[in-house]
């Protein structure tokens, strides 16, 4: 069963690190860094892949707000914790919080509608956007290899290729609780906030 899910995630792992940073991503850009350690791909091609999706995802919430500014979708995510604030950082320091908006968890769906609902220009938000999911990919693709290196120092030999699949998974799914755990205390602050 293992040799199947090490099979799985050496074809299948960079496009699951690309498909989830589409997202919110932090967990698939960490989990591609320990993989990349575990020379289950190589660092670069899961920082490339994070910062794909990281831009990917961006564009398309900005194109969303920008062009379907009164879909049903649109008007749901306007209504979220946190939309207000982000509209205001946006037009108050629109560089700024397009290069620092994915690192606040939870703001970047709202964040992305937001800008695209902002008078900031087309071709600046997808410069700015680049150059933040580049710098994003590369910290949390970094996390990742060193959370491989310390895991590694930890184990010692018992870290064979079958433990190390089960140890990333264990951090994926230690991340994952850890965000949605801070994305909740984020939104009930906000919400208690905003009323």
């Not at 670069?44 to 500014?69: E, P």
Request: a positive charge; proline letters at 2%.
């Amino acid at each position: 069963m293992t040799d199947t899910i090490h099979h799985f995630i050496e074809q299948y792992g960079l496009l699951a690190v690309l498909v989830g940073c589409i997202a919110e991503g932090e967990s698939a850009a960490i989990l591609g860094g320990f993989f990349a350690h575990q020379h289950v791909f190589v660092l670069w091609h899961a920082v490339l892949a994070a910062a794909l999706g990281a831009f990917v995802g961006d564009i398309f919430f900005f194109i969303l707000g920008r062009r379907f500014a009164d879909h049903r979708y649109v008007v749901r995510l306007r209504k979220r914790p946190g939309f207000r604030r982000a509209f205001h950082l946006l037009n108050t320091h629109p560089d700024i919080f397009v290069l620092s908006n994915r690192y606040i968890y939870g703001m970047r769906l709202v964040g992305g509608i937001a800008a695209g609902l902002s008078n900031i220009a087309a071709p600046r938000f997808v410069i700015l956007n680049a150059l933040s999911s580049a710098i994003w990919a590369v910290l949390f693709g970094t996390i990742g290899y060193v959370f491989g290196l310390g895991a590694e120092h930890f184990i010692g030999q018992a870290f064979m290729r079958h433990e190390r699949l089960l140890v990333g998974l264990g951090i994926g799914l230690t991340v994952t609780v850890l965000a949605w755990l801070v994305a909740r205390h984020i939104a009930r602050k906000e919400g208690a906030r905003e009323s």
